[in-house]
């Protein structure tokens, strides 16, 4: 069984048999008369391309693009045109039609565009199917909560994401940034293109270069063949540059080239590349005060900053704690196959309670734990994790630390104790990041 299938439309009985017999072989074929008998088939049969008369008596090779454009699906029309109507040919093109061909129609060339419109017509097919699975399996794709910081953020983001405009992201770990940085380029001019993402922290500095700009074939040791880098595989798209505080000076300078002229050379090359590329920026690091100290550009961060976010920590905004909560339930009940119905009151005011350092994903991170170790279909204080139900200690008032400092401090001890000293299960526990708990570790000099 053929597996594609062509609705030719022509009032000419003839070139409707003739194209028949060119393309039946490779194809299933259809034929219509005129646009009537055409948008009739179109609504019964599975048409893959529709190749169409321009000139057509009662409805014209135009009009059946129009009433075509109004339907659900991708229908790509080529359309046969005469000497004669050539300029209407350029005008369907411009209203979607994917080619023409001119009378008489050669039929080798037919066959070479019908294949090259069908090739397009799956890959853009693919790329709705696989954003639409990115959609489903990110759910979290949205804004959750209705405080006032949130619907700021909602609001400049969305506002922003209708633009090309570079946009520097700030706040704590956890607080969202990459999911805001996923909204901006799913609503954005060009979130049709990739969504390529980079750690600048997660590289050493000659190593997070040929990541950024590629390299050249023999730039270096081991640099056995060509590679392009974030910034080509980003084209026509969106580049998200996390950690962007972490970014050694030598790349800060190829940065802010690439902002003022939108090109850059490969590691090793001399060649100029020029991309098509959104630049989003984020950060947990205050970069005004890495400015003053030398290590951050000013010209780049005013570059980076055409548009800046500022992203709440939850404990600005615990009127949304409930709404999270209640998302991350459902999201891990059906993750983790546990019908979980609730959670009591108690477990929700031991929630409210807590001052979550690692923010939202902190507090992810502890309902999942959670879903797991229920019994049951509820959520009770049993079931929440340790590190939030023990008993605060009592601190004198002259505390140089302060209540925060020594709740933070025990949190993290008790989590090391809990975690028999595994530092990498401790942070996504805590929800901060691996140098954040080391370096916390050294501050208090805590014991594993």
């Given at each position: 069984m053929k597996s594609q299938a062509i609705l030719i439309v022509d009032d000419d009985k003839m070139t409707r048999q003739t194209l028949s017999m060119a393309l039946e072989d490779d194809y299933e074929i259809f034929t219509a008369d005129g646009g009537i008998n055409a948008l009739q088939i179109i609504g019964e049969e599975k048409i893959d391309l529709i190749l169409s008369d321009l000139d057509m008596p009662i409805m014209s090779g135009i009009e059946l693009l129009e009433k075509i454009n109004d339907l659900e699906g991708t229908y790509p029309v080529i359309f046969i045109t005469g000497q004669g109507t050539i300029e209407t040919a350029v005008k369907a093109m411009k209203m979607g039609a994917s080619d023409y061909v001119s009378k008489p129609v050669n039929l080798e060339r037919l066959e070479l565009i019908i294949v090259k419109t069908l090739e397009n017509k799956d890959l853009k097919e693919e790329n709705i199917f696989l954003k639409k699975k990115i959609r489903e399996s990110?759910?979290?794709?949205?804004?959750?909560?209705?405080?006032?910081?949130?619907?700021?953020?909602?609001?400049?983001?969305?506002q922003v994401a209708a633009s090309k405009a570079t946009v520097l992201i700030e706040g704590e770990s956890g607080t969202g940034k990459e999911l805001i940085t996923s909204i901006i380029h799913y609503n954005s001019p060009v979130a049709h293109g990739p969504f390529v993402k980079v750690n600048c922290s997660a590289f050493a500095e000659g190593v997070l270069e040929s990541e950024l700009f590629g390299?050249?074939?023999?730039?270096?040791?081991?640099?056995?063949?060509?590679?392009?880098?974030?910034?080509?595989?980003?084209?026509?798209?969106?580049?998200?540059?996390?950690?962007?505080?972490?970014?050694?000076?030598?790349?800060?300078?190829?940065?802010?080239?690439?902002?003022?002229?939108?090109?850059?050379?490969?590691?090793?090359?001399?060649?100029?590349?020029?991309?098509?590329?959104?630049?989003?920026?984020?950060?947990?690091?205050?970069?005004?005060?890495?400015?003053?100290?030398?290590?951050?550009?000013?010209?780049?961060?005013?570059?980076?900053?055409?548009?800046?976010?500022?992203?709440?920590?939850?404990?600005?905004?615990?009127?949304d704690l409930e709404e999270l909560v209640n998302s991350f339930i459902s999201k891990f009940?059906?993750?983790?196959?546990?019908?979980?119905?609730?959670?009591?009151?108690?477990?929700?005011?031991?929630?409210?309670?807590?001052?979550?350092?690692?923010?939202?994903?902190?507090?992810?991170?502890?309902?999942?734990?959670?879903?797991?170790?229920?019994?049951?279909d509820v959520l009770t204080v049993e079931s929440i994790p340790e590190y939030l139900t023990y008993k605060i200690p009592e601190v004198e008032l002259n505390s140089k630390e302060g209540l925060l400092n020594e709740i933070e401090r025990t949190a993290i001890q008790d989590t090391l104790n809990n975690t028999q000293g595994d530092k990498v299960k401790a942070a996504k526990i805590l929800g901060i990041g691996l140098r954040t708990l080391y370096r916390k570790i050294d501050k208090w000099s805590l014991e594993e």
């Open positions: 990110y759910p979290e794709l949205k804004f959750i909560g209705t405080s006032e910081p949130m619907k700021k953020c909602e609001e400049l983001a969305l390299h050249e074939k023999g730039a270096f040791t081991g640099a056995v063949a060509t590679k392009k880098g974030r910034f080509e595989l980003a084209d026509k798209g969106t580049l998200f540059l996390d950690e962007i505080g972490e970014l050694p000076a030598s790349i800060q300078v190829k940065l802010l080239r690439f902002l003022q002229e939108r090109t850059f050379e490969r590691v090793g090359g001399s060649k100029t590349h020029h991309v098509d590329v959104r630049i989003i920026s984020a950060t947990n690091k205050d970069l005004s005060q890495l400015m003053k100290e030398g290590t951050f550009r000013e010209d780049l961060y005013y570059r980076l900053r055409v548009v800046q976010i500022q992203m709440p920590p939850l404990r600005e905004r615990k009127e009940s059906t993750m983790h196959g546990k019908p979980i119905t609730r959670i009591t009151d108690e477990a929700m005011e031991l929630i409210r309670a807590y001052n979550w350092p690692g923010n939202v994903r902190e507090l992810m991170n502890c309902i999942e734990s959670s879903v797991v170790m229920v019994h049951g």
